[in-house]
């Protein structure tokens, strides 16, 4: 019924949703005695999916959405267009302050649809912020699970605009997520219902040495996985071990999961009619019996594809076991770090630690270059932050699968430090500090060091990353001193701001301006005030809003191909504010 639905962004940071569906209901509800749309507004429990005859799929746990956002707002305005007619109504703080009101004919065009506006109450959230980009990401993720749907979402505030319609559905998502990377096949997908479940999934191979599986189920992203993903491994792994043998391609060999999905892309949704997910924020689908209906279906279309197409099953498997082989160097390497538990005898000269035994207290700064590791050291609070030094550029990790990687001394002295292990073996719970904060120099060849820092972390310690453990130090580029004041400036516009408010310019008597050119120009006190100290410092958290997005931009960046770099960096070259040539 619905083919668009419209987002916009007001300049009071109001919110409005509209689209062309049906209208909600405006009859008299005969339990309520109230207008049905003013019971959904108000009521608990009176959400469409209820009796299961509105929708036969919804990605509601208790049918309260609406209502509570209603409850939660300071108002919230409900147009709807039904019966040829347009009705409204206005509610303040969840309750109607007038009665459904019939504003006449929506005209011989005038279609159906439903318009809610609404504006959170500050009262109850305090400062709230409505972030473009974020719900710019969650609107291609349903246009892309739903065929031929239009959203929009328009920002008053900026101007922004953008439209998602993707009649390719999973196939245009697989596109979106491979694109700049080398695919070995055309995509393969496949549609299926079976006792009343609907399962659809898109799989593609590229040559990188990285998984991207997004599962989803009634729309809802399933961030923690749940059955529908097991089922799905599960069937990959056995497929691909079957298949191999039978094909003589695997021979004594077998083949882990882990080895299976390097460089997989893929897409899994499905559609159930009662979803149990595992907590409030449905990060996690329960329903058990759904594993046991996904594994097959993934079993016989996977089968079927690589019978059809035998070139392209035998360069999936051979990554495989170029995967395989890489693991189990890459395991001895693992053993060697985890042997290493001992602080003391395996960082020498390096890891300076806290006494502070509370990890969620503790923070820990990498430092680019032993000079200003030094001062870090002695500037810090020796009871709740250690500094750990990196000498140099470290591997670009984007570059190499995990056995090369836990080659490097850098990367092997940082896997330590933090104690938690590294990709399938990492645990978030072990992490021995509750920050990690990236501290480099303010020029390019700072920039570069946290770039390949943040890949790394990305690429093998994902969890470290989208749960907001990741910092990022913003040191000053200027001190200006003016008698006893002294002030800093983090950008070459607020050094400018900053010389006005002191009614001084360069050369004047009495005033002494340093352009800090790297960490290390900076005294201990100096980085302590500016940089370590929790009061006065600036950090940047690291967010991962959109994890297609960043995966798509660590490769360009970071991967092996030149062009797409080269048309990034044409496109994005005006954006540039501070450039160290």
């Known amino acids: 019924f619905c083919t668009s639905i419209d987002v916009i962004i007001h300049h009071d940071d109001s919110i409005t949703v509209a689209d062309n569906g049906r209208g909600i209901p405006v009859d008299l509800h005969e339990e309520y005695k109230r207008s049905a749309v003013e019971v959904v507004m108000t009521k608990l429990h009176a959400g469409g999916?209820?009796?299961g005859k509105a929708y036969k799929v919804a990605g509601g746990l208790h049918g309260v959405g609406i209502s509570v956002v209603n409850a939660l707002s300071k108002w919230m305005e409900v147009e709807v267009r039904r019966n040829g007619s347009i009705y409204f109504q206005r509610y303040e703080a969840g309750k109607p302050v007038c009665e459904l009101k019939n504003l006449g004919s929506s005209g011989r065009d005038g279609g159906t649809g439903t318009k809610v506006t609404f504006k959170p109450d500050s009262e109850i959230f305090g400062s709230y912020h409505f972030d473009?980009?974020?719900?710019?990401?969650?609107?291609?993720?349903?246009?892309?699970?739903?065929r031929g749907l239009s959203l929009s979402l328009t920002d008053e505030r900026t101007g922004d605009e953008k439209t998602f319609k993707y009649d390719g559905g999973l196939a245009s998502f697989l596109e979106y997520i491979n694109r700049d990377k080398r695919v070995l096949h055309r995509p393969i997908l496949f549609e299926e219902e079976r006792d009343g479940v609907k399962v659809e999934i898109g799989v593609q191979y590229n040559d990188s040495y990285t998984e991207n599986i997004f599962s989803f189920a009634n729309n809802v992203k399933t961030i923690e996985g749940g059955k529908h993903l097991s089922g799905f491994k599960a069937a990959l792994t056995r497929v691909f071990n079957e298949y191999g043998r039978a094909n003589n391609l695997l021979k004594k060999v077998s083949l882990d999961g882990e080895d299976v999905r390097e460089g997989l892309a893929a897409v899994i949704s499905i559609k159930l009619r009662d979803p149990q997910f595992e907590g409030q924020t449905k990060t996690k689908l329960g329903n058990s019996e759904v594993k046991g209906i996904v594994e097959p279906i993934v079993r016989e279309h996977l089968w079927e594809f690589l019978d059809e197409n035998p070139g392209d099953a035998n360069a999936i498997i051979r990554k495989a076991l170029e995967a395989s082989r890489a693991r189990a160097a890459a395991r001895h390497a693992r053993e060697i770090v985890r042997k290493k538990d001992s602080f003391i005898d395996s960082l020498p000269g390096k890891l300076a630690d806290c006494s502070e035994k509370d990890p969620a207290k503790k923070e820990i700064y990498i430092v680019e270059g032993d000079s200003a590791g030094g001062s870090a050291k002695q500037a810090r609070d020796k009871h709740f932050q250690a500094i750990l030094p990196i000498r140099g550029k470290i591997l670009n990790v984007e570059k190499a699968r995990l056995d090369k990687i836990l080659k490097s001394n850098e990367i092997r002295t940082l896997v330590t430090a933090l104690g938690a292990g590294i990709g399938e073996d990492f645990e978030l719970q072990k992490v021995r500090y509750n920050k990690v904060i990236l501290m480099s120099d303010a020029d390019v060849d700072g920039a570069h060091i946290r770039t390949l820092l943040l890949t790394f972390f990305y690429r093998y310690m994902p969890e470290l990353v989208s749960t907001n453990h990741v910092y990022i130090a913003l040191p000053p580029l200027y001190m200006v001193k003016k008698g006893k004041e002294t002030r800093y400036a983090f950008s070459d516009d607020e050094y400018a701001n900053v010389l006005k408010e002191l009614n001084v310019k360069e050369g004047d008597a009495g005033v002494k301006i340093q352009r800090y050119k790297g960490l290390g120009e900076m005294n201990p006190e100096?980085?302590?005030?500016?940089?370590?100290?929790?009061?006065?410092?600036?950090i940047k958290q690291v967010n991962l809003a959109d994890a297609a997005e960043a995966d798509w931009l660590f490769t360009v960046l970071m991967g092996e191909e030149v062009a797409p770099r080269r048309k990034f960096i044409q496109v994005h070259a005006k954006e540039v504010l501070n450039l160290d040539v």
Do not use: D, I, S
Not at 139 to 144: D, H, P, S
Not at 526 to 538: A, F, I, K
């Open 49 to 51: 999916k209820f009796g």
């Open 132 to 146: 473009f980009n974020v719900l710019a990401t969650r609107l291609r993720e349903l246009a892309f699970l739903n």
């Open 526 to 538: 100096q980085l302590w005030v500016t940089t370590m100290n929790p009061v006065t410092r600036g």
